[in-house]
C-alpha cells in the first residue's frame, strides 16, 4: 500500500473506514506548503504505513477512536475534522436549481452522519442532546428569543462557536459552512443554505452561525461532497503566544520550521530575528534536549519574547538577549541549526534595506554556524533579495530545499540551507 496519495480519490478512502466501526476517515487543515511535513508526523505519531490522501493544505487519513489522541497531539496541523460523508453526485453544471435539488436529496436520503456524530460526541465531550425530541427542539425555539437578546446585547459574541463540552444539557447548536473547488452552477452559500435546512428537518438541531457547537463543513469537489465534523472548536495555532507582535508566526508554522531542520538532542538552534519568540518556544517546548537560543534588536520585541517564554516555557533551554543579526556575539563554527523569519518587506521593514540586511545576515550565518553539519532553515517572502544575498555567500551553503508556502495570505519561500565544508574567512 502506498504510504501517501496525492491524487488518490476521498471516496475510497472513506469506503475503507465503513468497514469497521471502531474506524473513522480524520481530515486536517495544514498551512499551505507544509504538508508533506504534516504527512511525515502523522506517519511518526500513528503508524509508519497509514495510508494518507494528500491535497493543497489538508491531508486525509483512516485511524481507530482510540488513537485519536494522537491525532489530537499533532503540532503541525491547525484543525481536526471527522469526515461523515463522502457523496458522488452528477452534477449537471448549467442547471442552479436542479444541482441544489441533487445536493438537498442527497442529504435527505443518502447522507448518514450517525456513526461520526457519536464519535464528535465523545471527542469533545458534549454533554447537551444530539438528537432531541421534537418537543425538546421546539422548547429550544421557544427560548431562542433570550439568547437572542444576549447575543444583540454582546458585541464580543465569538463568530467561531463555543466549546462543545460547556453545553450542559443544550439542544445542539450548528452551522453549516461549504467550501467548493471546481465550476458549479451554484454559489457556497446556496449550497450551505439547503444541506443545513435538510440537516435541521433530519436531526431537529438550531441553527447559530456564532454561538454553534458543531460546525459542519461540506467542501464539494467537482462532483463529489465531503462532509466533516470540526473537532477542533479553536484552531491548534492557537497556542504558546500570549504578547503578539505586528508579525507573530502562527505556532503550527513554527513547528514545521523546525522539523526541517531535523534537530539532533544536544544541538544549539538560535533564532535571531526572534520578534515574540513564537519558534523558539516551539523549539523549546517539542526539542527539550536542544538548547535554543534567541534574539532581537529591537527591545520592545524583547521584552515580548521575555514575557511569552516566562509564561509558555519557563523550564525549557531557551535563552533571549537583545543584539545585531549583522555582528552575533557568537563564536565561529558554533551553532548546529539557524531558524527564522526573515523581514518580509510587507508588514515589516522594506525590500531595499533588505537587500543590505540579508547580505550582511548570511555571512554572519556562515560564520557561526558549523561547517558541513550546520543547517539553516529561512522564511522570507522577499525572494529576490534573499536570492541576491544567497550570491555573495554561494561558497558557504548549499540550498538542499526550497518550499512555496502561505503566510497570512502571502505567498512566501522556505529556504532549506547547508553549510558546506569551506571556512569562513
Not at 53 to 60: A, D, F, H, M, N
Request: aromatic fraction near 8%; include cysteine; charge should be positive.
Amino acid at each position: 500500500m502506498m504510504d501517501y496519495d496525492e491524487d488518490s480519490s476521498l471516496y475510497d478512502l472513506f469506503q475503507v473506514s465503513l468497514t469497521n466501526d471502531n474506524l473513522f476517515m480524520i481530515g486536517t487543515s495544514v498551512d499551505t506548503g507544509f504538508e508533506w511535513q504534516a504527512v511525515d508526523e502523522c506517519k511518526e505519531k500513528l503508524d509508519k504505513n497509514l495510508h494518507v490522501v494528500k491535497q493543497r493544505g489538508k491531508i486525509y487519513f483512516n485511524v481507530n477512536l482510540d488513537n485519536l489522541i494522537k491525532v489530537q497531539e499533532m503540532r503541525s496541523i491547525d484543525n481536526i475534522f471527522i469526515v461523515g460523508s463522502v457523496l458522488r453526485l452528477k452534477f449537471d453544471g448549467t442547471n442552479k436549481e436542479n444541482d441544489l435539488k441533487l445536493c438537498k436529496d442527497a442529504t435527505r436520503n443518502d447522507l448518514k452522519l450517525e456513526k461520526a456524530l457519536n464519535a464528535w460526541k465523545n471527542v469533545t465531550q458534549f454533554p447537551g442532546k444530539m438528537y432531541p425530541t421534537i418537543n425538546e427542539y421546539e422548547e429550544a425555539i421557544r427560548n431562542e428569543k433570550n439568547v437572542e437578546c444576549v447575543k444583540s446585547n454582546n458585541s464580543k459574541i465569538r463568530k467561531r462557536g463555543q466549546n462543545p463540552a460547556n453545553a450542559y444539557n443544550e439542544v445542539l447548536r450548528y452551522r453549516v459552512t461549504c467550501e467548493r473547488t471546481g465550476k458549479h452552477s451554484f454559489e457556497s452559500p446556496d449550497a450551505a443554505k439547503i444541506i443545513g435546512g435538510e440537516l435541521q428537518d433530519k436531526y431537529h438541531w438550531l441553527v447559530d452561525l456564532s454561538l454553534y457547537h458543531l460546525e459542519i463543513i461540506c467542501k464539494i469537489v467537482q462532483n463529489e461532497i465531503v462532509t466533516q465534523l470540526r473537532i477542533t472548536h479553536e484552531s491548534k495555532h492557537h497556542r504558546n503566544i500570549i504578547h503578539f507582535g505586528p508579525t507573530t508566526l502562527r505556532a503550527t508554522i513554527c513547528y514545521n520550521l523546525l522539523r526541517l531542520a531535523q534537530p539532533n538532542p544536544g544541538d544549539i538552534i538560535i533564532d535571531p530575528m526572534c520578534g515574540s519568540a513564537s519558534i523558539p518556544i516551539e523549539g523549546g517546548l517539542v526539542y527539550g534536549s536542544s538548547y535554543i537560543l534567541c534574539g532581537d534588536n529591537h527591545s520592545k520585541a524583547v521584552l515580548r519574547s521575555k514575557s511569552n517564554i516566562e509564561i509558555s516555557c519557563p523550564k525549557s533551554k531557551v535563552d533571549l538577549t537583545q543584539w545585531d543579526v549583522c555582528y552575533l556575539p557568537l563564536l565561529n563554527n558554533s551553532i548546529d541549526i539557524v531558524v527564522t523569519d526573515m523581514p518580509f518587506g510587507k508588514r515589516s521593514g522594506n525590500m531595499m534595506d533588505n537587500r543590505v540586511l540579508y547580505k550582511q545576515f548570511l555571512l554572519q550565518l556562515g560564520r557561526v554556524v558549523r561547517c558541513n553539519t550546520g543547517r539553516l532553515v529561512l522564511l522570507t517572502y522577499d525572494k529576490r533579495s534573499f536570492n541576491l544575498s544567497l550570491q555573495a555567500a554561494a561558497d558557504l551553503f548549499k540550498v538542499t530545499k526550497m518550499l512555496g508556502v502561505n503566510i497570512g495570505g502571502l505567498a512566501a519561500v522556505v529556504y532549506v540551507l547547508k553549510r558546506t565544508r569551506v571556512e569562513y574567512k
